[in-house]
């Protein structure tokens, strides 16, 4: 008897598995292993589900158990299943939100209906008879020589393709069948994703004695010969990208499979189109960008083995890879290599222990590498830019001596901005989008907020709108204060679109581009402008975050950072490393070509300890010092972090909610080692939610998680959380 151990797929929690079925002797169950995908009978309905496990018997006897329905064509691996399993633990979450993300593209959702399957098209080849009578000038149509002809030289061809090249219509194709000249089946075509065309992408001729030196010691971890997880701290234009390949290159050699992760996908274009360029169709990509069609064939490139390198963002650490060798994990510092929903899992934690399951290798890439990892990895290092070009000259400039009615920009800025002569180019960054974060009344003091979040509403230029960054509400632009009637109403502050306009004005003609959440909306638009600026003869280009990542142009002489300590502002002790990489990356933008670069940053801070850290390019003294500063305070990695956020539509409630999650969950960790509670503390109302938000310090998470488990388990199946939001999020950015 077999029997198939099935965790049902859907979102909700409280339907846990795994659950019987029994594999009859019908032939279709006979390929059903762990990871196989099923459509099940359940309560009336069917539901999709995975296989966790075959077993030879079961609690319930055979005449109980069900069949399953249906096998699906796609599955998943062991491996995966026993990763989603360890997610769902690892961040309090359910296991079959765990075990979704090993699942085929579209499968995660439960449904069926958006499951992409394998396209099939009719394709021609040529057959025996048909190659011979070509040979022997036997009598033929033109038309039907044309088409063997083609055949003899491409093997297989679709009925458009030969319409194309050889004139063929359906009933030549159809004689030619007849006559058994050739024969016609279904084959599965590949539905090819787009890379954007980001320029050059030449491979380089040689690696430097640093670059081959990192690579040797990756190669020496795949042979096991040294530690099996690295960090390579290499200087922004050091040139890691080459090692990444190059150890990629070696672990297929080894006959395993590698994976790359890059920051959210939007964010490199250029890193993507070169590693594919140098990887064929050995790499495949999976990314959100992608249509479920192509996701779903990438997928299945990796699953079957034809393709051996996955690139991708966080996802892509659940690649359905076999013999995996090596996991690259590129610009490690970036935070978008965290989860923001449920499971909140942090792909860098998921790929060191996918890595060191499979008996692979782990290397985080970065110039401004995490503490942790500083802390943690056996350290290789690329202490110079490629060919030795120095790197850019950094000045910091103290904003509290400019007058704030002088504007936004510093004049040294400004300066250096008019200076522009093409083909130079200027990169300048500001995080914040829109044109002016508030307008205020002169009058009574009123500033225009969210009437949903407590934030201000943003003015933004084009479209003429006052819009919220947290929930996206927007309203027009109002005439008069809505407290006192006055019509005095003023803009504070600067966003991309106001530097935009300013800078447009100083350096005309030259073209200025703007990059941020608001210019990239449309699907390829970030591609694009990127494409755009790298093409043009001069100019700058403006924008968020977005500017500062993985970018890689020749003529950049000046990165500009506006505001440089608004990150240091935030409440949150990762405030220090976010600055230290921003000022740290955006300054590695410049001076990337044969152009000496600069940096100029404008702060209000300019002894803030990260500002002057980048500046001096120091980023060990900066990593000891932040490291000195964790410990003092008990952080990561000297401890770990667990948060419980609440939200609900009203405050009250709320409040009693948080008290008693802190009065269950304290008695459950009294006796866990260096453990404390912190909070319920309120955090701002957003999309007309209030929040609390409780977190624990601790040195030993697990302790911590069980009863935190225990406690959501417990107040779940009392129904006292009813109409409260809860989210536990382990190892919170
Ligand atoms: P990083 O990721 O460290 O910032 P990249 O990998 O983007 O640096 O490399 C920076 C530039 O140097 C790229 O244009 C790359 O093609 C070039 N480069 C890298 N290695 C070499 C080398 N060994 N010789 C010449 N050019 C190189
Ligand atoms: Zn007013
Ligand atoms: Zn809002």
Redesign the pocket.
């Known amino acids: 008897m077999r029997i198939a151990k099935v965790e049902p797929i859907t979102t909700a929690r409280s339907l846990r598995g795994p659950f019987d079925y029994l594999l009859g002797a019908g032939e279709e169950w006979g390929g059903v292993d762990t990871g196989s995908l099923l459509i099940v009978p359940f309560a009336r309905r069917k539901i999709l589900g995975v296989v966790t496990a075959v077993a030879g018997d079961s609690e319930l006897p055979a005449e109980r158990l069900a069949e399953p329905l249906e096998v699906l064509e796609a599955s998943t691996t062991p491996e995966l299943i026993e990763l989603g399993e360890w997610i769902a633990e690892r961040y309090c979450s359910a296991r079959s939100r765990g075990i979704a993300l090993a699942l085929p593209p579209g499968a995660g959702t439960g449904s069926r209906a958006r499951m992409a399957r394998t396209r099939t098209e009719v394709r021609a080849a040529i057959t025996d008879a048909g190659a011979e009578a070509l040979a022997e000038a036997a009598r033929l149509g033109s038309r039907q020589r044309a088409v063997l002809e083609a055949l003899a030289d491409e093997k297989e061809c679709s009925g458009p393709e030969l319409a194309e090249s050889a004139g063929a219509d359906s009933t030549v194709l159809r004689r030619l069948a007849e006559r058994g000249l050739i024969e016609r089946r279904k084959a599965p075509v590949r539905r090819r994703p787009e890379l954007p065309a980001v320029g050059d992408v030449a491979a380089?001729?040689?690696?430097?004695a640093a670059?081959r030196g990192a690579v040797a010691s990756v190669v020496g971890a795949l042979d096991g010969e040294s530690p099996r997880e690295q960090l390579l701290w290499?200087?922004?234009?050091?040139?890691?990208?080459?090692v990444y390949l190059a150890a990629i290159e070696a672990t297929l050699e080894r006959g395993r499979s590698a994976i790359l992760l890059v920051p959210e996908i939007g964010l490199t274009p250029q890193t993507l189109a070169r590693v594919v360029a140098r990887l064929g169709d050995r790499a495949a990509v999976l990314h959100s960008g992608l249509s479920e069609g192509e996701r779903y064939d990438e997928w299945t490139r990796l699953r079957t083995g034809e393709a051996r390198v996955c690139v991708g963002p966080r996802s892509a650490v659940f690649a359905p890879v076999g013999e995996l060798g090596l996991i690259v994990v590129d610009e490690e510092h970036d935070s978008s290599y965290k989860q923001e929903g449920d499971p909140r899992y942090d792909a860098r934690a998921v790929a060191r222990r996918r890595a060191r399951s499979a008996g692979a290798v782990y290397l985080a890439g970065s110039?401004t590498p995490r503490p942790e990892s500083w802390s943690e990895l056996d350290r290789l290092e690329?202490r110079e830019r490629?060919?030795a070009r120095p790197m850019p000259r950094v000045s910091v400039l103290d904003m509290r001596e400019v007058s704030p009615k002088a504007g936004p920009l510093h004049p040294g800025v400004r300066d250096a901005l008019s200076a522009l002569e093409p083909p130079e180019k200027a990169i300048v960054m500001l995080n914040r989008r829109g044109y002016a974060p508030h307008l205020s009344c002169s009058v009574c003091g009123e500033t225009v907020g969210c009437p949903h979040c407590d934030v201000s509403l943003v003015l933004h230029r084009a479209g003429d709108r006052m819009s919220c960054h947290h929930c996206g509400y927007g309203e027009p632009i109002p005439r008069e204060c809505a407290e006192c009637g006055s019509v005095a109403l003023a803009r504070y502050g600067a966003g991309t679109e106001r530097i935009e306009s300013l800078i447009r004005g100083l350096v005309d003609p030259l073209p200025v581009l703007r990059l941020d959440a608001d210019a990239a909306s449309r699907k390829g638009a970030h591609g694009e402008l990127l494409r755009r600026f790298g093409e043009a003869d001069g100019g700058v280009l403006v924008g968020t975050q977005m500017v500062a990542k993985?970018h890689?142009f020749a003529d950049v002489v000046l990165s500009v950072l506006l505001d440089a300590d608004s990150t240091l502002r935030y409440p949150d002790f990762r405030a220090e490393e976010r600055t230290f990489a921003l000022v740290s990356q955006l300054g590695?933008r410049s001076g990337?070509g044969r152009r000496p670069g600069r940096v100029m940053v404008q702060t209000l801070a300019p002894d803030a300890g990260p500002i002057a850290a980048a500046a001096g390019h120091d980023t060990p003294g900066f990593l000891e010092a932040e490291l000195g500063r964790r410990q003092g305070f008990g952080y990561p990695p000297f401890a770990s972090l667990i948060a419980i956020e609440l939200a609900a539509p009203e405050e009250p409630p709320l409040a009693a909610a948080a008290e008693r999650v802190a009065a269950e969950v304290e008695p459950l960790i009294e006796a866990a080692a260096d453990t404390e509670l912190l909070g319920p503390a309120p955090r701002f109302r957003r999309r007309g939610r209030f929040r609390r938000r409780l977190l624990i310090k601790t040195t030993a998470p697990e302790t911590v998680r069980t009863a935190i488990a225990e406690v959501v388990e417990k107040l779940g199946a009392e129904r006292s959380l009813q109409g409260i939001a809860l989210a536990v999020d382990v190892d919170p950015q």
């Open positions: 380089v001729s040689e690696l430097s670059q290499g200087v922004t234009g050091s040139g890691k990208t080459e110039a690329l490629v060919d993985g890689d590695g990337r």
